[in-house]
């Protein structure tokens, strides 16, 4: 399995950013996908995941701000990330579990104005 993640860039507080990750291979195997984010000095942290069914899962510091979502047929998850804050700021990496799970290349967001 293959991650094609895109959609990083800069944006003001308050602002919108979209991410994508696009999977490639035998994703027929994948389960979960979703996004885990590292910032600066400090430790991965799981983002959003989401199941075959469409079943998410949020971090408390996203719930109502961000929307996962994923098209089986394209084998991609979209994390739409609304009312963006400093504190957002990351690398952030999409993820797709199978036996094992497979990493994208990350994506850096930042939040400032």
């Known amino acids: 399995v293959q991650l094609q993640a895109c959609g990083g860039g800069l944006v003001q507080p308050g602002g919108s950013l979209r991410l994508s990750c696009a999977a490639s291979?035998?994703?027929?195997?994948?389960?979960?996908m979703g996004w885990y984010r590292q910032a600066p000095e400090k430790q991965r942290e799981l983002v959003a995941t989401i199941n075959r069914g469409g079943r998410t899962n949020y971090a408390d510091s996203v719930k109502g701000r961000f929307t996962l979502s994923r098209d089986n047929a394209k084998n991609t998850v979209y994390l739409q990330m609304n009312s963006l804050k400093p504190e957002d700021t990351a690398v952030y990496f999409c993820f797709a579990n199978t036996a094992v799970n497979y990493w994208g290349k990350g994506t850096q967001v930042t939040v400032s104005s």
């Open positions: 291979g035998i994703t027929r195997s994948i389960n979960d």
